[in-house]
């Protein structure tokens, strides 16, 4: 009997977890049915955590927020960040028990040092926070992202050949829900109204959808004049480009349009060798002429009258309407509501995670519009930025400014080492996917989002590995 049983014990298990689970499905209990695929994700985990982090890089533009199917409120991006806190959870345990998990050269980047500050600031602001709890869960989120996206991705990234699989998964996945979105936006004519929401429940609006897409139009770019791609190869991202560019325009997401016009005038700087110094004279000049003449031109900008709508000219015209453009009177009323809760909390801000929670007492009478409300249910700050500021105080948003500044003149200048080739291409590729991003970030803030945080944190990652090489300071493999 013994013999028996020791001989066939995997049946047994078997028969074992059909019973009970058709046990529990009968009293409508179905969570023992992902134990299978709950096993898979263990086993890979630790026999295969590259494979498993690649796909989560597929899964993360195809995930669904329970929160936006009326799951209770939950607000977890299935199947991307359960699998992102169990592949963080093995990360720290391996970090704990070994010294060499990262190379030594990765720590003292400077980089990774603003990062590794960032995260500091952030559990130190969870002390004096005015909502504890919610601050816990959005530190508890930005590890995750941060620990797996940009730490462990260095080890998975470390192999070229994984740089490009990266692109492509993300932007396979991505080019599914364009076509997806399409389809549906077609079924109303491509007007402007429906493209709000016709790529749900994928993305939760139009705006962190146009972004993702603008992130990734610099590697497609890329990829059609990629050194060492076969015909085929550069024939697909010429169809994903034409795809990527169709979903971008139809988007109506006027903040993705300037953030890609400012990626190609970055893009000039770096191919022309334009020094950072007139960058930064420049920078300079326009804002002070802005400070010393901002009556003038505020007066001019309310003179557009121009509001969103399905003529794309126009719409493109309302980018600049401060006066009758609901979208951009709101975006406006976030901001100064940002910069009145600094103002009472300017070292420590009110906690990380909690300005849509706080911001409703600051919104002042003139800066209200018609979709603005009462309890401040709408969202967050609109800014990677001012989000920080409110949030964090000072130290919060400085970080965040040191960490775009010290990867843009990193990558600008890493840009001119780099002998002409693939690792040129995909540096680009990465660094310009970030400065959309940090363009879209003045007046958007979707790090709190998959969509946005992987493809961020793992670009970054990307800069850092090929500025260590470059410096002699690492080795990549193919």
Request: charged fraction near 15%.
């Amino acid at each position: 009997m013994v013999r028996a049983l020791k001989a066939n014990w995997i049946v047994l298990v078997c028969l074992l977890f059909v019973v009970a689970n058709l046990v529990l499905s009968a009293h409508e209990q179905y969570w023992l049915a992902l134990l299978p695929a709950a096993l898979i994700v263990l086993w890979a985990a630790v026999a295969a955590v590259d494979k498993l982090m690649l796909f989560i890089v597929f899964a993360t533009p195809l995930s669904i927020n329970l929160e936006q199917l009326d799951l209770g409120g939950i607000g977890v991006a299935l199947p991307t960040e359960p699998l992102l806190v169990g592949v963080m959870l093995l990360f720290l345990l391996k970090l704990a028990l070994e010294r060499r998990v990262l190379d030594p050269a990765i720590w003292r980047h400077p980089v990774t040092a603003i990062i590794i500050a960032q995260l500091i600031w952030m559990a130190v602001c969870i002390i004096p926070s005015e909502m504890p709890l919610v601050s816990v869960k959005y530190f508890t989120a930005r590890l995750w992202f941060v620990s797996v996206m940009f730490f462990l991705a260095t080890r998975l990234l470390e192999h070229r050949r994984n740089m490009h699989r990266f692109f492509w998964l993300f932007c396979g996945s991505m080019g599914i829900v364009i076509i997806y979105t399409l389809i549906n936006h077609a079924q109303y004519r491509f007007e402007q109204d429906p493209a709000h929401w016709v790529m749900t429940p994928f993305f939760k609006d139009h705006t962190s959808y146009g972004a993702v897409i603008a992130m990734l139009l610099p590697f497609l770019v890329s990829a059609v004049s990629m050194p060492g791609y076969s015909r085929s190869r550069r024939g697909a991202a010429l169809f994903l480009l034409l795809l990527f560019t169709s979903g971008l325009i139809f988007s109506y997401t006027r903040a993705a349009w300037v953030s890609l016009a400012g990626s190609l005038a970055i893009f000039l700087v770096m191919r022309l060798r334009v020094p950072l110094w007139s960058v930064a004279a420049l920078l300079v000049t326009g804002a002070g002429i802005y400070f010393a003449d901002q009556d003038r031109i505020l007066i001019a900008l309310e003179r557009n009258r121009d509001e969103s709508s399905d003529d794309l000219a126009k719409h493109v015209s309302s980018i600049s309407n401060i006066s009758s453009d609901a979208s951009n009177l709101e975006r406006i009323n976030r901001w100064h509501s940002a910069w009145r809760m600094f103002q009472e909390r300017p070292l420590f801000g009110w906690g990380p995670g909690t300005y849509m929670f706080q911001y409703a007492p600051f919104q002042a009478s003139e800066d209200r519009t018609i979709i603005s409300t009462n309890f401040g249910s709408q969202g967050n700050a609109h800014s990677e930025y001012l989000g920080p500021l409110s949030e964090q105080g000072v130290p919060g948003m400085a970080l965040m400014v040191a960490l775009v500044v010290t990867v843009v003149v990193r990558a600008i200048l890493l840009f001119r080492r780099m002998p002409p080739g693939a690792d040129r291409h995909l540096m680009t590729a990465a660094f310009l996917g970030l400065i959309s991003y940090y363009i879209h970030g003045a007046l958007n803030n979707f790090l709190d989002l998959d969509k946005a945080s992987v493809p961020f944190w793992a670009f970054t990652a990307m800069v850092v590995l090929f500025d260590l090489k470059y410096h002699g300071r690492l080795e990549l493999s193919d």
